[in-house]
């Protein structure tokens, strides 16, 4: 099973962009759904997370921009990003942990935001 992600893409400084990732196939007890992003020469850093309840966690960078979402119908992730920025420019990776918490990576996807 595959994680696939989409959703990236070129946008303007203070455009908006959704990712979206879902498995290829059916996977059960997902405990957890996260993205991560990659920038040049950069370490990948957690964005943000949403747990099976539906709490969540932000970096502070996108905090009152970014909105993670998840279907569990569907144990799709989403990430609603607005005002973006140049520095949100990353390859975006989601991240699914089951519950025994092994973790899933998606193959990410390209966000470019030109100023």
């Known amino acids: 099973v595959q994680l696939q992600a989409s959703g990236g893409g070129l946008v303007q400084a203070g455009g908006s962009l959704r990712l979206s990732c879902a498995p290829s196939?059916?996977?059960?007890?997902?405990?957890?759904m996260a993205w991560y992003r990659q920038a040049p020469g950069k370490q990948r850093e957690l964005v943000a997370q949403?747990?099976?309840?539906?709490?969540?966690e932000y970096v502070d960078s996108v905090k009152g921009r970014f909105t993670i979402s998840r279907d569990n119908a569907k144990n799709a992730v989403y990430l609603q990003m607005n005002s973006l920025k140049p520095d949100d420019t990353a390859v975006y990776y989601c991240?699914?942990?089951?519950?025994?918490?092994?973790?899933?990576w998606g193959q990410g996807t390209q966000v470019t935001v030109s100023s």
């Open positions: 991240k699914f942990v089951n519950g025994m918490y092994y973790g899933y």
């Open positions: 949403i747990s099976s309840s539906g709490s969540t």
């Open positions: 196939g059916r996977m059960s007890s997902i405990i957890n």
